[in-house]
């Protein structure tokens, strides 16, 4: 079945280290979306993609950096830049159709800094 | 830009009874609207969605919204609540270049037994 894979489901980061969240969609999807979610706050856009190659910043991109190597693949980076970094991020993708298709969305990564 | 509303955060319905969770959106162009539902550490799912087709939108498990344009609205209800729809909802509009999502602030609902 068709859908988004995002690893680890649970992430532990210590003071100052760099964490990599994965995001792998095998639904042909052109775009892809990095969001972040706090209690109380809804959802957040930190990134999102297009195309391959190509990324623009989200509301939140303070802090994280993502790649776009492969139309399959959006690897989001937390970096020690992020002063707040526990969340819950979610990743999505749509169809270059676009809303008509609907949204796909991953099952998360809960990012706990220890 | 858009922006979503949704008024109230904590919903408490009992068992059988209306669940109403408001929402409101503004926009300069007629938007793409969603409805989704999300269990505790889980992914969001699609309730139902708002395409520029009918304005009652019927979802699964019962749920439904109406698009109201002279009200900036779309408020999602169920005719009688069951213990399983005790979750968090958020309602969302699309940016009709991008397709960027903007959320509210979800609204999480407990029935009672």
């Known amino acids: 079945d068709g859908g988004i894979t995002q690893s680890p489901k649970y992430l532990f980061r210590k003071e100052g280290q760099n964490v990599t969240l994965s995001c792998e969609q095998n639904?042909?999807?052109?775009?892809m979306y990095w969001y972040r979610q706090d209690p109380g706050q809804g959802l957040r856009l930190i990134y999102y993609?297009?195309?391959?190659?190509?990324?623009q910043k989200g509301d939140i991109a303070e802090g994280y950096s993502v790649s776009r190597e492969k139309k399959e693949s959006f690897p989001l980076t937390v970096t020690s830049a992020q002063k707040n970094p526990t969340a819950f991020y979610l990743c999505?993708?749509?169809?270059?159709?676009?809303?008509?298709?609907?949204?796909?969305f991953g099952s998360g990564t809960r990012l706990t800094v220890v | 830009a858009q922006s979503v509303t949704q008024l109230g955060s904590h919903v408490s319905v009992s068992e059988g009874a209306l669940v109403l969770l408001r929402c409101n959106y503004s926009?300069?162009?007629?938007?793409?609207l969603f409805w989704y539902v999300q269990y505790p550490n889980q992914g969001l799912q699609l309730l139902l969605k708002?395409?520029?087709?009918?304005?009652l939108v019927k979802g699964i498990n019962g749920f439904e919204a109406e698009f109201k344009k002279s009200e900036t609205s779309f408020h999602l209800t169920k005719p009688s609540a069951h213990m399983s729809d005790a979750a968090e909802y958020f309602c969302?509009?699309?940016?009709?270049?991008?397709?960027?999502?903007?959320f509210g602030a979800g609204t999480t609902v407990t029935v009672r037994a």
């Open positions: 969302a509009v699309s940016d009709t270049n991008d397709y960027k999502l903007s």
């Open positions: 993609s297009q195309i391959v190659n190509d990324f």
């Open positions: 708002y395409t520029s087709a009918a304005t």
């Open positions: 926009s300069s162009v007629p938007p793409y």
């Open positions: 999505a993708s749509i169809p270059r159709g676009g809303p008509d298709y609907g949204y796909t």
């Open positions: 639904l042909n999807h052109d775009a």
